[in-house]
Every structure is written in C-alpha cells, then in structure tokens.
C-alpha cells in the first residue's frame, strides 16, 4: 500500500511557465513533507520542505503548498528553468521516535527550451 | 550539510556473488540509512544502520540477504548477498542529524546482475 503517491510519472512544461508537480498521501500521521529532486547518476538532493502547521513555505522560484484536508501537496516552480529538468520525489515523515521518510514514485519533469 | 561518499558508483556482477558497497561521510552524523531504488519505482528503506550494534531492516529485507556494518560515526558498509538478477537496481546510501528531518544521499550505486 503506497502511502505516499505521484500519480504523474512524467511532466513537459515550456521554459519560463510554472510547473506543478502534485502528490498525494493516505497516511493522516504524516506531519512533515519534502521534496527531493534528482539528476541522472546522482543521489536526491533536498529543495524544500513544509510543516503540518503550516500550508506554504516558498523558496525562491520553489514554492511547496499543504492541503491537510485533501491530504495533498503539490510543488511550484516559477519561472521553469531546463536546468530544472530531473526526477522530483515527494517525501513525507510521520510523527513518533521512528522517523523515517516515505517516498513518492517521483515525477519526471522535462522544461523545454 | 553533510557530504557523502559512495562507492563503487557502479557494478556488474555475475549471479550467486556478493558486492559490497561503502558509504563515507564527511562528519560525525546520528542516523545512517540504506535505501534501494529499483527501475521506475519509489526509494524504499532496506535498513537503518545503527553504530556498534545490528542494523534494523524494514519489512521484506533481512540481514543474511543484505549484511550492514557501521563500525563509527561516519562510515557503513551494505553487502549485497547472493545477488540474482531480481537485485539489479540502485543503491543509495543516506545520512541525518537527530531529527532526521533532512537525508543527504550519497550518489548511488547502480548494480547489474547478469
């Protein structure tokens, strides 16, 4: 059972638009969320990240939204760079001593130039 | 941040041997993990590795398949027992401070089982 889900595998977005990367989750203890992006031949590396009290924390061009209700979050990018293309994974935490992070599938972003 | 060493980068090896990858990290860290990415699917935790004691494997990993060692702080090894083809996949090495609220990885290793 995938507690954590991107339903996209992959996205196309021309550069300079806003790519929305969503993901969904099932588990209700999860109180902390990342994003993680990755690149061929690299391990993730961190973007952002958002607590359960809160429902947006930006970064830059990198903005991460929190619907607790829908149990959703999603990840902006504004404007979209090809130096943004890679493999983008939802992470999620759950509250209590075992602390380890559950991944998404991840979503391929491809920016077009 | 943490700056974390993995090798070898990449493999291919025959059935029925083993391959052991080492995991270096550039400071002293709490938490030392051991996740597998197989083609097209999520990273899944095989275990964390715990300094001078038995690793802890999630469910569906087991210690004769996948041996951890941690012998410090700052560098583990996982081993990966027996391999078949089923086991070609990548293999990532991962780091935290206490609140284990951010992984660092290492770069991975790309295992191909013939």
């Known amino acids: 059972d995938q507690q954590v889900k991107q339903n996209s595998p992959s996205l196309s977005v021309q550069e300079g638009r806003i790519s929305i990367l969503n993901c969904d989750y099932t588990?209700?203890?999860?109180?902390?969320f990342l994003w993680y992006k990755k690149y061929p031949a690299e391990g993730p590396t961190f973007l952002i990240s958002?607590?359960?009290?809160?429902d947006k924390n930006e970064d830059g061009r990198f903005t991460v939204f929190l619907n607790k209700s829908a149990k959703h979050l999603s990840l902006h990018i504004v404007p979209s760079q090809p130096g943004d293309s890679a493999v983008y994974f939802c992470?999620?935490?759950?509250?209590?001593?075992?602390?380890?992070?559950?991944f998404g599938s991840g979503t391929q972003l491809t920016v077009l130039p | 941040s943490a700056v974390i060493s993995q090798k070898p980068s990449r493999d291919i090896c025959q059935r029925g041997t083993s391959l052991t990858i080492q995991c270096q990290v550039d400071s002293q860290v709490t938490m030392m993990f051991w996740y597998r990415q197989q083609p097209g699917q999520s990273l899944t935790l095989i275990a964390t590795a715990n300094q001078g004691s038995e690793a802890t494997y999630e469910s569906g990993f087991v210690i004769d398949k996948f041996p951890i060692s941690r012998p410090n702080l700052t560098f583990s090894t996982l081993t990966v027992s027996n391999m078949s083809p089923e086991d070609s996949s990548i293999y990532l090495c991962?780091?935290?401070?206490?609140?284990?609220?951010?992984?660092?990885f290492g770069s991975g290793t790309q295992l191909s089982v013939l």
């Open positions: 588990n209700s203890m999860f109180d902390y």
């Open positions: 991962s780091a935290s401070g206490e609140t284990n609220e951010k992984l660092f």
């Open positions: 992470a999620a935490l759950a509250s209590g001593s075992a602390r380890q992070l559950t």
């Open positions: 958002i607590s359960s009290i809160k």
